[in-house]
């Protein structure tokens, strides 16, 4: 589009350039022939002393000077006609190699700006574009044949540790890290086997036309292998955690949007695999069409009050007294039926959703609270927070405004947290821990043992009971290890003045193990499974339950 501009620019300018030319040898032709008749006029005036057509011939025929200036017209003429050739022969000369070059500038940029829109600027790399566009033609290469598709497989490679190296050495560093990381992925690729760099610090690797499936696990392996010798930048030994998802066409995947998607999930699974790589599987994949019909109508069911508190009884060991209920979070949905919280919980996660389903909890809970208060039953109400729970500064703020609204006391109520909730950000969830804890509510530690507890931590806490994990208090009759184990919970909690209890009692032999142990309160299937509040109070009255006052 510009080279045509210019040249139509030039072409113009070309025109303009003759027709000037012959306009100047017009004028000297005319002022040539004016010379002409005066100066004939003049000599005729002198020799005859008048003007007439006879004295006019005869100067002319006579006078050589007149001859001569007869000639001018002609000269003139000619001269136009050179110069008009000469401009144009020139302007057609510049045409052409104004032209050429600026052609071949053309050509170049376009270049250049293509292969920048398609390649990395650090790594020269493919993007991903360009990545995409190679993935469809390999794919339509190998069903355009009448043999049965030859299988692709598509490697995504994540730099674990690349946000943790950005933070520490900054991003020259990190950029040459980058650049290292490139040029081992292409030493370690085989024929024909595409590379890009698809993200900050993904890249992905196309293997085509293969007849083994297993080409692709073998090449993750070299990729864990190279990527496994320390990088060494400004001096320093950084060592690289690279995680590696695999998908295959047509097996997981008819276009490339779905075998990429694939393969992120497969890299998720990875993130958490020993080895480092995985291979997807339908079962990964938690974020089906369903799914993300279901985050829309979770936040329709908060909205309009379309959750559940289903409540499991604490019962006292040493006097079989019930003594606290743990609120319990449940979704019936109209069409799918129960939807457990380890699906929909990670939902409100991921979408910011989970402030709005933290105070439908503790609306709920308060409020049931409030009414077995008012009933003559004193139950202590154990409410499970998570961890973004304990990173919001905002909210000892919004549990006060909801006790206040419910009308309930602060110590009529325990917060449950895990270990994992307050390690994954230890001061931040210490200070938040600590303002609920001067407004005057009450911790306990869910699951005690199965997270990556620090004891240097746990002392900070102001903590009111520990909870046994399930997984250790089923099996104690069975397994010594279990039964060393929850022996040991016990005295812990004892020695730092805790109450204990126990989750997961399902028989009266276990009931008899604990009290044996010295634990203070159990919770499991033995009394009662979770149940909703109607449900609760029912069987409150038709047990005949003694309450702790």
Known sequence: MVLAIVQSLFADNVRLLKSEASKTAYQGMGIAVATV??????????????????????????????????????????????????????????????????????DDLEKQTAYVSTHDRLTDLPTRALFYDRVERAINATISTDKPPRSLSILLIEIENYKDIYEALGRNSSDLILKQISTRLQGVSLERDDIAKIDSSVFSVLLSAQSDVGRAEEFAKQIQKTMGVPFKVDGLQVAIHSDVGIVHFPEHGKDVDTLVQRAGVALRIAQKAIKGYATYEPSFDKQTPLRLTLISELKHAIERDGLELFYQPQVSIRTAEICGVEALLRWNHPVHGFISPDEFVPMAERNRMIRALTQWVLRRAFRDCANWHKQGLPFKVSV???????????????????????????????????????????????????????????????????????????????????????????????SENDAAIVKATINLGHNLGLLVTAEGVESKEVMSKLREYGCDVAQGYFFSKPVSVQDFNQWVSDAHWKIAG
């Open 37 to 106: 008749i005066i100066a004939t006029s003049l000599v005729c005036f002198v020799d005859t002393g008048t003007l007439s057509i006879e004295g006019l011939w005869r100067a002319q025929k006579h006078n050589i000077a007149l001859w001569i200036l007869n000639c001018m017209p002609f000269v003139f003429g000619v001269w136009g006609q050179y110069s008009n050739s000469m401009i144009a022969h020139h302007a057609g000369a510049m045409i052409i190699d104004q032209t050429h070059e600026l052609r071949t500038k053309t």
């Open 384 to 478: 499970n927070l998570l961890a973004k729970d304990l990173h919001d500064p905002e909210l000892p703020d919004l549990i006060s405004g909801v006790a206040v609204s419910a009308g309930i006391k602060p110590d009529w109520i325990i917060l449950e947290i895990t270990e994992g909730s307050v390690m994954s950000d230890p001061d931040r969830a210490l200070e938040v821990i600590k303002r609920l804890f001067e407004m005057g509510f009450q911790f306990s530690i869910d699951d005690f043992g199965t997270g990556y507890s620090s004891l240097a931590y746990l002392k900070k806490l102001p903590l009111a009971e520990i909870k046994i994990d399930k997984a250790f208090v089923m099996d104690v009759l069975n």
